[in-house]
């Protein structure tokens, strides 16, 4: 089954075209994602910007043509926390009606289900305490297994849009700064872990903020999954990461390898948010999914 999968997310929409058998992805024909920050004024206005529902738009219209051209047979589109929040989501949703994109505006524990089934498909997690969490742009999705025991699952409207939408991060920005942003998210990490109930054997972070830090920290000029997947960074590597960042404008931060274009800004409240997750339960080591949701949407698109 040649199935495709639309991920419209708080920062960055996605799509995935793929042969799937047996509930496995065997064969990837075809990847794109654009960043379009639908969540840039959703703290402040409560809506999602003209300009933010024109670059979904845009985006949808390709990944539209590109599933008549690769001839996906099945596919469905989902929206997350940006579009679960605003007042005139009905727009953006009109407007992809036109394109033949009905889209599901998902809650954040179907999000949860579909991030953890993809970031297994990629990762090994056989017989481990698994947490897995997903830094999205206006929400994080945290999952826990252990092995024989019913998953957790929660949901926070913590992202890294949102947090760049509160806080300046354009500039050089000293230490003390990030150490005064972390203490909110603190508060909100702890309720977390204490509502899963969770000690973890292994930490898997999915989404952008993981995976650009495996690429930053592989010096990657040419972004490259199969080196991403199941890579392993350990604390003190985030750390200096986030000092490297912190000294540098988010123009300058371009310049550094791995780095994504329109992640400069929101990069740093995603390590921060990372590394205070980390802090918290104990753990030095981080492994990074480039699968999420969007690989466990197809699947489950091609099973449906």
Known sequence: MRAAAIDIGSNAVRLMIADVEDGKIVNIVHKDRHV??????????????????ERTVNALRLFAEAMTYYKAERFHAVATSAVREARNSSILIEAAGKLGINIQVIDGTTEAGLIFNGVCSAVDTTEKKVLVFDIGGGSTEFIY???GKEQKKISVPMGVVKLAERYDFGGALEMEQMDRIRIPMFSVLQEVVNFLECKPDMVIGSAGTPTTLAAIEMHMENYDQIKVNGFEIAKPQIEAILKK??????????????????RQEVLIP???????????LGMEKLTVSDFGLREGLVVAVANA
Request: a negative charge.
């Open 36 to 53: 379009t920050k639908l969540a840039e004024v959703l703290s402040t206005k409560g809506i999602l910007s003209d300009a933010s529902i």
């Open 270 to 280: 995603g390590i921060l948010i990372t590394l205070e997750l980390m802090s918290i």
């Open 245 to 262: 960042l912190c000294s540098m404008t988010a123009e300058k931060r371009l310049l550094v390898p791995g780095m994504e274009v329109g």
């Open 145 to 147: 297994a252990e092995p």
